[in-house]
């Protein structure tokens, strides 16, 4: 995650601000602006070492267009996730999608894949604007992203480094996957509140049950540490 890859984001906050542009208003846009420049202050850590003659630092950012072609990945190709992946044919990046389904299915398991299928179905029923905000943003972050960096899933070392930027879209998935618990819960908490009339109890139950599913994540995921 990192300042190149968010502006595949960018889909999903135009359609946000486009449908809920009542609530930016010009001192809330004013707002968003200094937060966006305090988000950028890590940039002058570049000036800083350039003063200081650091031997590790990586370019030259004693002016604008040093600065310029650090930020932009000039070294690697500004619009290519490297220039030695310039030309990857359209049958490798569908294996890519492939290979992306496969990891998220590894890492949340089929029954996280179940609960966002959910989440996704209850935001579309109930609020359908934040549907397509987390759709959205998930397509162009996931599979969108994916196209474009087209690192070809065909050994270790690029597939190592092709999921660690699958955190994007992942981030979205998460959030349906707790949508999807919480419409789960309630709908078997609300049917059993017919025949136990309990359902502070049941929610208890049900409550503690699901907290399982974090530790089932974590135990899967842990070795891949």
């Known amino acids: 995650f990192h300042h190149q890859t968010t502006i595949f984001l960018a889909p999903a906050y135009l359609f946000l601000f486009w449908r809920k542009k009542q ?86 398991t089929y029954l996280g894949l179940f609960f966002a299928l959910v989440g996704a179905v209850w935001l579309f029923l109930r609020k359908r604007d934040w549907f397509w905000f ?6 162009f972050s996931g599979r969108v992203f994916i196209a474009y960096s087209a690192f070809p899933p065909v050994e270790a070392f690029l597939r190592g480094v092709s999921e660690r930027f699958y955190l994007n879209s992942y981030l979205f998935l998460a959030i349906a996957i707790g949508v999807g618990m919480f419409a789960v819960f309630n709908l078997l908490v609300d049917f059993l509140n017919i025949f136990f009339n309990k359902k502070s109890l049941l929610g208890f139950l049900f409550g503690g049950t699901f907290l399982l599913f974090p530790m089932v994540l974590a135990i899967v995921n842990f070795p891949k540490t």
């Open 134 to 139: 987390f759709a959205l943003a998930f397509v």
């Open 23 to 108: 609530l930016f208003s010009y001192k809330v846009c004013l707002r968003l602006f200094l937060v966006f420049l305090l988000g950028a202050l890590p940039y002058a850590y570049l000036l800083i070492v350039n003063r200081l003659q650091v031997a590790t630092n990586w370019g030259d950012t004693a002016n604008f267009s040093g600065i310029w072609h650090l930020i932009s990945r000039a070294d690697y190709g500004t619009f290519t996730a490297s220039p030695e992946l310039l030309g990857v044919p359209i049958s490798e990046r569908i294996v890519h999608i492939w290979w992306y389904l496969n990891t998220a299915r590894a890492d949340f």
